[in-house]
């Protein structure tokens, strides 16, 4: 038996480099970090910036280059000895991707969590002004979430239905994933069916000299419908917000009455 164990440890540590290269570049974050801790090669193989930039640049395509490691030390040893993936992982730059990975992961949940408190302290009577709904989706602008966060931290069922819609808005607005990807997300997460009312009021039109009654105008839809783009005008009105003729937007969650205009409280998003 040990016989066999050994042998088995002996194929494993005889690979090829660039075969355990692309084992361990096929696997996810967790299975590579479980990798990892299975012998010290392939620690340092799983840890190498090799492995890890992709990572970054997959989970984040809205980074640029300038959020990423410099790579100018590493360039110039690579110009120096090119020849091998063994150079590379010993380079200055090595591990640099992996710290990345993991600083933006712990910074962005950090940041999800403070979008959601703010979004539960705005709707306490379940219902958002359009206001803080934008103030929202642009602080996860500011920090270019990838579609794996907004997964992570915003499609949760248990998550007031507001907070699930705040990310399918980031997600076909910003990231642009729509369609097939995002009902397919939806649906896992168990918030696909999950509705919304958007309400929203126009100024009166004029008629011969007088401006007629302020027009007061609402859309039931389902997180599911925004995702396949069946209701565009829905997902206009909240991308606009208020501006031009729309006096007010809110959304709420189906079955609440709207807040009176005197029960609006402002938030503070930190």
């Avoid at 490691?69 to 640099?96: C, E, I, V």
């Avoid at 499609?155 to 997600?171: A, E, K, S, T």
């Avoid at 990231?175 to 069916?193: F, K, N, P, Q, Y």
């Amino acid at each position: 038996m040990q016989k066999g164990k050994a042998d088995s440890v002996s194929i494993i540590t005889s690979l090829p480099e660039d075969v355990a290269f692309k084992i361990a570049s096929l696997l996810q974050v967790r299975d590579l970090c479980a990798l990892s801790c299975s012998s010290r090669l392939w620690k340092e193989l799983c840890f190498s910036d090799c492995i890890w930039e992709p990572l970054v640049r997959n989970r984040w395509p809205l980074l640029s280059s300038f959020h990423f490691p410099s790579s100018s030390s590493s360039s110039s040893s690579s110009s120096s000895s090119s020849s091998s993936a063994s150079t590379s992982t010993h380079s200055p730059n090595f591990k640099k991707w992996r710290k990345l990975y993991v600083e933006r992961h712990v910074e962005l949940g950090v940041r999800a969590r403070s979008v959601v408190k703010f979004l539960e302290a705005c709707s306490r009577s379940e219902s958002l002004e359009v206001g803080d709904y934008l103030k929202a989706v642009d602080t996860l602008i500011g920090m270019m979430f990838g579609f794996e966060d907004v997964q992570r931290f915003l499609f949760d069922p248990q998550m007031n239905v507001l907070i699930n819609l705040v990310g399918v808005h980031y997600c076909l607005t910003t990231l642009g994933i729509r369609g097939d990807d995002l009902v397919e997300a939806l649906h896992t997460h168990e918030i696909s069916d999950r509705r919304v009312c958007v309400k929203w009021w126009k100024v009166g039109r004029w008629f011969y000299g007088f401006r007629m009654r302020d027009e007061s105008h609402s859309r039931w839809v389902s997180l599911a419908d925004l995702a396949t783009e069946d209701d565009e005008h829905v997902l206009g009105v909240l991308r606009r917000g208020t501006m031009h003729e729309v006096l007010r937007v809110q959304i709420s969650v189906v079955g609440r009455a709207s807040t009176p205009w005197s029960c609006q409280v402002t938030q503070r998003l930190e």
